[in-house]
């Protein structure tokens, strides 16, 4: 069974920056598709950013204009979340999703592994 760990979430004022880190357990970590979501209290979740298994293929959410950065660390075997100049609707859950081969995809259903979140709160 595939498992995902995020941790790095935490309280931020505006402005500010924060890493969210996604650690896989098992697996061929370097065949999966990796993306973050984020689920803001009372809304659905949304997808924020992905990459492709080939590692080629890199896409981000059109409202975050350039403030976040997706990597990943195949050896590491973990997959993380640059996030900078915070605002307070950035606050939400943020969770990471994996998919064998995967592509940079952007629906929920594209993903079969899932982490249990990490909470982001961005104060004004």
């Known amino acids: 069974q595939v498992q995902l760990v995020e941790s790095g979430g935490g309280l931020v004022q505006a402005g500010g920056s924060l890493r969210l880190s996604c650690a896989v357990s098992?697996?061929?970590?370097?065949?999966?598709?990796v993306a973050w979501f984020r689920q803001a209290p009372g809304k659905e979740r949304e997808w924020v950013a992905a990459i492709g298994w080939s590692g080629g293929t890199t896409v981000y959410r059109d409202s975050l204009e350039g403030r976040f950065t997706v990597s990943r660390d195949n050896a590491q075997k973990t997959m993380y979340l640059q996030m900078n100049s915070l605002r307070p609707e950035d606050t939400a859950a943020y969770f990471c999703?994996?998919?064998?081969?995967?592509?940079?995809?952007?629906?929920?259903?594209?993903?079969?592994?899932w982490g249990q979140g990490t909470q982001v709160t961005v104060s004004s």
């Open positions: 098992s697996g061929t970590f370097s065949r999966y598709a």
């Open positions: 999703a994996a998919e064998p081969f995967g592509g940079a995809n952007t629906r929920r259903d594209d993903f079969a592994f």
